[in-house]
Nanobody, 113 residues
Framework: QVQLVESGGGLVQAGGSLRLSCVAS????????MGWYRQAPGKQRELVAA???????NYADSVKGRFTIFRSNAKNTVYLQMNSLKPEDTGVYYC???????WGQGTQVTVSS
């Protein structure tokens, strides 16, 4: 079992920044392939940013240049730095353990215009 706990969401004005954190615990082998996803109201969950098994990072086109995923292996924590936020970034943000069925509970991000 893997437990994932996100934090850092909130309400921010357009152009602002937020940093999300996801702490992994339990039977965690490696956080080197974790990722962030989001789900906007009425839409499907989509990939935002993730580490790939090849050691690279993968970003949705809509966030490239604005969001950065990084991690602390010592803390079993993956972060998502979100800059220049837009109203369309609003949604619930989830972290995921690799491509498994382990997801966090989500943290709400709301960007006002």
């Amino acid at each position: 079992q893997v437990q994932l706990v996100e934090s850092g969401g909130g309400l921010v004005q357009a152009g602002g920044s937020l940093r999300l954190s996801c702490v992994a615990s339990g039977s965690v082998f490696s956080i080197n392939a974790m990722g962030w996803y989001r789900q906007a109201p009425g839409k499907q969950r989509e990939l935002v940013a993730a580490f790939t098994s090849g050691g690279r990072t993968n970003y949705a086109d809509s966030v490239k240049g604005r969001f950065t995923i990084f991690r602390s292996n010592a803390k079993n924590t993956v972060y998502l730095q979100m800059n220049s936020l837009k109203p369309e970034d609003t949604g619930v943000y989830y972290c995921r353990y690799g491509t498994s069925d382990y997801w966090g509970q989500g943290t709400q991000v709301t960007v006002s215009s």
